[in-house]
Structures are given as C-alpha cells and as structure tokens.
C-alpha cells in the first residue's frame, strides 16, 4: 500500500504577504526544482518521478532536454521522469500511475510533481513569469519503507519572519504516527480548476486521514468533475474542480518554439559569451554548489577541476557541496541602469535595478550571487543568506538558471558593531 | 650598481587628445604615432626601429585579430617585427614591459609601443557588451557585473572596514578632475566640487557618476632606446628605472581581500627591487584610477603611502600638484580619460613631459623620479614602471 511520505507546497516570493521582490525570477522551472529539493529532504531514496514538464519545456531548456535538467538541478543520477501532460487529467494520471505502482509496483517509491501558473505564458521568451503560481509534489513510498519524518518547521525555507516560501508535511507511517495537519499557502489565490490544486486537496485529504489510507484514483466523469476514490471505494468528488477537457494549461505549442529560436535574441552577447555547451558544464557548480575541497590546504575549487586552485594539490581532493545556507555578504552593490551587462538589459528595462553581493561561505571561499526577493537595496555585511535557485537571464532562446542569495537575517551582533559610523563624515 | 647597467630610455612620446574623437582607430594611432615621432629631439628614422609592439582590447571588434601589423604600417615599415599586447586596462604597460625586456636583451636597439582604443563610436548596447569582457565571465559578469558594480564590491568594503564616508572617493574626484582642468589633451578638462560628486547620480552603490572614469577614444606611443644609442636621439631621456608585474586570480570571489589589489604590490615589489631610488624619493605618480576608489588602493599598494593612510594622504591635500606627493597631475584615467589599450603607454606620456619639464601650468616642481602603475580589469593583472632623469 502506497502511503503519503512527504508533500510540499510551494509559491513564488510574490504571493507571499510581506515579501518585496525587484524582480521576479521564479517560474515553472524553478518552483519544481525546489518542490523536489524539499522533498529530497525527506526521502533521501532515489525517486521515480512524476513530472509535468510542459510548463518548463519552452523557457528551461532545449526541447528533449526537460528531464536531464530537472535531475541535474536535484543532483540526482538518471532515474526515470515520466512526463505528463499539464491539464487536470495530466495531474490525475501521474497520481494514479504512482499509486498503481506503489501498491503492485516495484519499488514503490515515487514523486509527483506539478507546477500551476495563474496565467499562460506569452509569445516571448523574455516575458515576465505569471502573476500567480504554485508548485506541489508528493512523496509515496510504500508503508513500510516509509522513514521517520521531520517535524514540519524543520524543514521549511528560510527561517526569517516572512511568510514561508514552503511548507513540507511529512505523513509517516511509522508507529501509526498521525499525519502532520496541513496548512495551505496563505497568499495562494491561483483558480482552483488546474492540477496543482487537485494535488493540494490530497494533501489535505492526507492530513486528515491515517497514513496510508489515502486516495485511490483520481479521474474526471462524464460530468467533467473531479473525483477521488478512497481505498474503501468512496468516490469523493473534488469539489469546486470542473475539468475543461483539452484545456491546455500553458501549453506552448513547439511551433512557437521554433519561430522564437530563429529569431534574433538581443541579448546575445558579442563581448563575453558563455556557450550553451559550457553553461551545462558549469552547472553542477552553479547549481549545487559542488567543487573539490583540498585534503592538504583545505581549499575549496569550483568548479573542479582535478587540482587546488589555491596550493596546487592534485591529490587528497575529495568532492563536496558547500552549504546552501548560512553563508554571509562580505560586500554588496546595487547596479544601477547603465552598469548592467547586456545580459541583464531585460531585467535592468522591466524591473529596474538589482543587487548583487559577494557571498562568504563559513569554511572560506566567496562566490557572487545577486540577492533576491528584496527591494534593491545594499545589504548589511556580514548578513546571512540562503542560496535558491531562480532565472538569470535569456540568452538564445531560453532562460539561464542560478544561485541567487536571500536574505535570511540581520548582520550578527559582532559585525553590526563595525558598521559605518562615519558615513557622515 | 645591477639597475642601472642596460638601462632602456624613452626617447620620444605623444598622445592624442582623449576625448569623443570623430576619428577610427588608425587614425588614432597615425596621430600619436606622428607625435611621438616627432618628439624625438635629434629625429628618429622608421629604419631605426628594430620592433613594434600595440596595445589594444579592439574595442568594438574593429580588429580584433593581428591588428599590430597597422602599427608597422602606418609607420611607413611594413615587415617590422610587431605584436599585439592585451592585458585589458593594462595592456599598454604590458607592451611597455615587453619593449624593455627585449631591448634589455639586445635584440634591438629602438622600440616602438603603441596603445589605442577607439570607444565612443559603439551604440550603448553594444559598449556595454565590451565594457565586461575582461572580467571575470562565468560568475562576476553573469551575476551582473561590469567593472562599475565590481569596483563598488571594493569600494563598499573599503569604506565599511575603515569606518570612512564616501566622500574620500570625492576627494579623490575633485583633485583628478582639478588637474585633468589644466592638461589640454584631457577628456573631461573641468573642475567638479565635493557637492557635486554627492548629487551625482549612482553608477553601482557606492559609486556614483563621479567616481567612474569617461569611455574615451585615444592613442599614445613612445619611442624607447637602449641606453647606447639612446643619446644618439635626445640629450634629455627619460630612464626607465624599474619594471614590475604582478597577476591575481581574475575573479574578485577568489581574492583573499578586498581591501587590496596584490597584484599592483608584487608589480610594485619587483620595481623597486633593483631600482636607484625607494618608494620615499618617489615625486609623482600616475596611478591606474579608472574608479575613485582604485587611486586610494593603488597609494597603499604601490607603498607610496604607509598601509591604512591613503585617504588621509587624499584629504590633507598631499596627493594634490603642490602636495608632497602629486598623484596623477595629469588628471588620471578619471579626468584624462581611459582609452583601454592607450592609458598605460599615455601615463609615460605625462611621465615624459614632466620629468623633462615639458608639462606647462600642471608641471610638478623638480620632479626627477617617477612612478606608473596600470592595473588589468579589477587586478588581474598590474604593471608598475619607474622612471627617472
């Protein structure tokens, strides 16, 4: 029997109450990717995963290339994406196909995943992310392989004072522990009639039944409604769902893709280019932070590169990740028009200026990364961060993904005393 | 005494003006060609030249490739030996240090280095694209960075460390572009005031429009001698008395701190090591300032100034012409002008005409030693040159 391991919901920084964003950078891309970050989180287990992919197709990657960047983004190895449609029906399907596949299956281990955009993305490459969205994925493994599961505050986003970026149940079964109530999205307001929010009903469904006795199927009826069926054979409509048969969700159809490629992308760079080829090169540093730490001068090489870049050593090097949190802003600048790359035109034109800070790991090395969901504003030194992935600009026809910093805290006590105090003199 | 043995000499120096010059490139660098020239008091014969080297970025892209042989060409010699030398703002430097070193080595007697860069004819998209491309791509440019928001990293942790308001890179502002008023071949030949510096609009925090240097068109060449034929050209060379270089990691991220450029301190270190004179005799310098902030660390990181007392230095006046210690009399790369490929070969221009006396109301009183220093992009690279008469 299929139980409900893990679920996580998460928004854009936009819906959430509070949070001033310079420019929005998230999309279908990168809200699936932190989805299953946090769900990764809880089931260390290597998923076979569900995935909508439509939504990402155009604007992540190359056509064909949806799933290799999902897992290159999880850090995972090839394990097996299955791809569905981004309609209700395509929710419905991925769901059932994962329990039929917990209950008689393999390995039952699983991950569904979807991505909602209030509204469909346009003609352009280059166009704003939508104004609504939300991203939710399940975790299934079978009863008995389920683990101990985190308190939910455990494993939520950044701990600021800010509205949450996630929220992460976990429903073990271990013990007949009983599930971890949800609690939805306070500033989630997409329309309730897409796949995503059929997902989110069985999170709440799940919160309130026994772990492991959960939904069954979902399909439509003839009346093109919702419906769950629970193990003991309720059919239990999801109300409020009507399914508009064929409703394309942001499908864009390859055409457009094609028309868009060969047109002229403006911020094509002729001064400095990082190829599409040394782009994918450089992800696994990008993204996840990998590089090589030196077993003989404790310096750490991204990305690797077979020596230390810091005393030479091309042994004793071991493969590591820096942490993903609790780094801080060792200095910052807000970019004002004009002091932009032309990579970052698009976003200096549509949103104005931005801020990028250099990032102090706590074992020592630095990175750059521009800070986001913020005003554009000059953080403090000495600032604690936390590194997400988002969009950083367009190039040739689709968006490339970074780290960007967020900032989590105030600058600690010992660096707020070494504050300016002189500015005004 | 081992540095003043083989010395190199420069016989000869010219430069355009800096500035939104109608003309391309090869004009340019005709122009300075002809004034360098023409500049060499006994005359000098394009026969006598044994080797040629051109600074440039090609700007633009208007010859990115082999462009070294137009030098050859506009100096009426075609088949001279000649190379194309870049190390971004510091290439002009970088083509003076290999000039020395090969004519240190005796394989010619008279060499020519040349920098031009032509810049105001891109549209701003386009100049945007050329003004990142030496720094580092993959992180600092695709965070966002152009040199602007890089130099702003050094300028914001620069102030925060030493408690210092942004008005010590006014001052360094006001008293460049109070030079820069006297030197007729400058870009921008006006004074700014302190309250002006503040109203400017901002660049990248902390910077504003008066801590960055203009994008200008230009070209400087000077024409170097080995000591034994240098005489044969002028009776007043300029020594070069020293040569230093220095490289850094091209990322700010992987520098240890960004308080110091160790690049432009190993240049420094290997100058004066087999220099005539110390850090103290030194009477001018002209220092790569292409920000504001990059004249406060180049004093410390030259050793002009003690570690820690550039600004002071700065506030009391002391790097002013009348000063103790006159720093970039000829406005620097911030009044002058930053013509990429030409500023390191233009500051030996002013080296030149001040050391000989030539350089009219912005003239250093008694000035007999001298100090150039070019930096590379955010550090990458620097060169520190020593001159004397």
Known sequence: ????????????????????????????????????????????????????????????????????????????????????????????????????????????????LTVQLASPAGTGIVDPPPQSAIAVGLAFARGREATAVPSPGEANGPTSARTPSSWVTGSGAKGGQRPTPFVGPPGYRAPPDAPATILLSLVEAASRADAGALTHWVHTTA??????????????????????????????????????????????????????????ASLPGRW???????????GFTLPPSGHCHHCGAREKLRRDRLPRSGAVIESATVIRKGAQPTEFDWHQETYGNYTVGLVRFRDGPTLTFQVTDQSPAVPAVGA?????????????????????????????????????????? | MTGRTNRVAVVGAGQTAYGALPHPPR?????????????VDHGLSAEDVGEGYLATLGFGGWQIGNPASLLAEELGRPGLPVSHVENACASGSTGLRQAHHALRSGACDVALVAGVEKMTDQPSARRRFWLGVSGETE??????????????????????????????????????????????????????????????????????????????????????????????????????????GGSDYLALQDRTSL???????????????????????????????????????????????????????????????????????????????????????????????????????????????????????????????????
């Open chain 1, 288 to 298: 996840r932070l990998e590089g090589e730490r030196c077993g003989a001068c404790g």
């Open chain 1, 223 to 280: 009346e093109r409604t919702a419906v769950r069926t629970v193990l003991d054979g309720r059919k239990v409509p999801i109300v409020g769902y009507p399914v508009e048969e064929g409703r394309p969700w942001l499908a864009v159809p390859d055409e457009a893709w094609r028309a868009r490629a060969g047109a002229p992308i403006s911020s094509l760079s002729q001064g400095a280019y990082l190829s599409r080829e040394s782009y994918r």
């Open chain 2, 139 to 244: 992180w600092e440019r695709l965070a966002g960075l152009t040199f602007a928001g890089v130099y702003a990293l050094l300028a914001e942790r620069y102030l925060h460390e030493r408690h210092l308001s942004p008005d010590v890179l006014g001052a360094v502002a006001v008293k460049n572009h109070a030079h820069g008023a006297m030197n007729p071949l400058a870009h921008l030949r006006k004074p700014v005031t302190l309250d002006q510096h503040r109203a400017a609009p901002r660049v990248a925090d902390p910077l504003g429009l008066y801590d960055c240097c203009p994008v200008s068109d230009g070209a400087a060449v000077v024409v170097l001698a080995r000591e034994e034929v240098a005489r044969r050209y002028t009776d007043t060379p300029v020594w070069i008395e020293g040569s230093g």
């Open chain 2, 259 to 389: 308080t110091t450029l160790p690049a432009s301190r190993k240049a420094a270190e290997e100058a004066f090591r087999h220099a005539p004179f110390s850090r103290e005799k030194v009477q001018l310098a002209e220092l790569h300032d292409c920000f504001t902030i990059a004249e406060l660390l180049a004093l410390e990181d030259t050793g002009l100034v003690s570690p820690g007392e550039a600004p002071k230095a700065t506030l009391e006046g002391r790097t002013r012409i009348g000063g103790s210690l006159p720093v970039n009399p000829s406005g620097g790369l911030k009044s002058k002008g930053h013509p990429l490929g030409a500023t390191g070969v233009g500051q030996v221009v002013e080296v030149f005409h001040q050391l000989r006396k030539e350089a009219g109301p912005r003239q250093v009183q008694g000035a007999e030693r001298a100090l150039a220093h070019n930096v590379g992009g955010s550090g990458a690279t620097a060169l520190v040159h020593l001159f004397g008469v």
């Open chain 1, 384 to 425: 604690t961060v936390e590194l997400v992935l988002r969009r950083l600009y367009p190039q040739e026809g689709t968006w490339r993904y970074g780290l960007k910093a967020v900032l989590l805290g105030p600058a600690p006590a010992a660096a707020a005393a070494t504050a300016p105090v002189a500015r005004d003199g």
């Open chain 2, 27 to 39: 004009a340019l660098l005709r122009q300075a060609l002809f004034e360098a020239l023409g500049s």
């Open chain 1, 1 to 112: 029997m299929s139980a409900l391991h893990a679920s996580a919901v998460v928004l854009p920084a936009w819906e959430r109450g509070g949070v001033a964003v310079e420019g929005p950078d998230e999309d279908a891309f990168t809200l699936l990717v932190r989805v299953g970050e946090l769900l990764r989180r809880h089931q260390p287990a290597l998923p076979r995963a569900r995935v909508e992919v439509q939504s990402i197709r155009l604007i992540a990657s190359m056509p064909g290339e949806e799933r290799s960047q999902l897992l290159e983004a999880w850090g995972l190895p090839a394990v097996e994406i299955t791809p569905y449609p981004e309609t209700p029906e395509g929710a419905s399907r991925a769901l059932s196909d994962a329990l039929d596949e917990g209950n008689g299956g393999s390995d039952g281990i699983s991950w569904v």
